[in-house]
């Protein structure tokens, strides 16, 4: 899915100043440009994220409408904030082996860049029910944004993270609503968060969890798109992001009222 660049600062507003990269970040941009260490990188990840996934304390919560959805024939826009990509094959992984056996399946349509990376990045997403669709801002963004329309029209969903691919954080863009809008689906807001995990010093501060972490994942009400103005839906989308993360976060560590989850481990 296309993803716009930022507009520029209002009038007198000071610049945002730029965010240095930290040393894990550094290193994996300068791991990148080779090619032997880009996949011996990622075959990592994916072995990590596996024992994540494997030893995790799950809690899924606001999860009867996403059910209900689910059980439709209509596709819809899941979106997450581009700090949980890590967590998020797993939370999507979760969602599903929590639904009733008569509940069906929906394809998982991921947009990931046209690279070496990218690559590598779907085939981790494959063993989580997740396809890649390929396509960057600059290298095929309109047929892969034409691509995941029709995924959704079809019934599918896609699953983005409306502040990527490069920011700023818990910034929406407006390719995640122009999709949503074009289609005529909701959007469907969703937080994760594992404690405890480690936040990268990047740009968005990603969350990397550990083994055996409680992970929580909340999901907000839906969100409806068809008909409503992209500036409307955005502004809902945004506050609705950071809710569903706060109150993850919030019950990740512990620090929430008891309330008994929707669907859990």
């Known amino acids: 899915m296309p993803q716009p660049l930022p507009g520029p600062c ?11 990269r930290g040393p894990l970040a550094r290193g994996m941009k300068a791991v990148g440009k080779s090619r032997a260490l880009s996949h011996a990188l990622w075959h990592l990840i994916g072995l990590y994220l596996g024992l994540c996934r494997r030893t995790a304390r799950w809690e899924l919560h606001g999860t009867a ?48 860049s046209r690279s070496r990376d990218g690559a590598l990045i779907a085939n981790a997403l494959g063993g989580y029910g997740l396809t890649a669709v390929e396509g960057s801002s600059s290298r095929g963004g309109r047929s892969a944004g ?19 691919p490069r920011g700023p954080r818990r910034r929406v863009s407006a390719g995640a ?55 409307a839906v955005s502004a809902a989308l945004g506050g609705a992001l950071n809710a569903a993360m706060e109150e993850a976060e919030t019950r990740a560590r512990g620090t929430a009222r008891a309330v008994p989850a929707v669907r859990g481990r």
């Open 10 to 20: 209002p009038p007198g507003a000071p610049a945002a100043p730029a965010r240095r």
């Open 65 to 112: 409408a996403l059910d209900a959805l689910a059980a439709g024939r209509e596709g819809f826009v899941l979106a997450f904030w581009h700090e949980c990509l890590p967590v998020m094959p797993l939370a999507w992984a979760r969602f599903w082996e929590g639904m009733g056996p008569g509940v069906a399946r929906k394809p998982g349509l991921v947009l990931v």
């Open 146 to 164: 034409m691509n995941l329309l029709r995924g959704v029209r079809a019934g599918g969903v896609a699953v983005v993270v409306p502040d990527g």
């Open 177 to 231: 609503v122009r999709l949503a809008v074009m289609a005529g689906v909701p959007v469907v807001p969703c937080g994760a968060f594992a404690a405890p995990s480690r936040r990268l010093a990047s740009w968005d501060r990603m969350i990397f969890p550990l083994p055996f972490a409680r992970c929580v994942a909340v999901v907000g009400a839906p969100i409806p798109a068809r008909g409503e103005a992209e500036g």
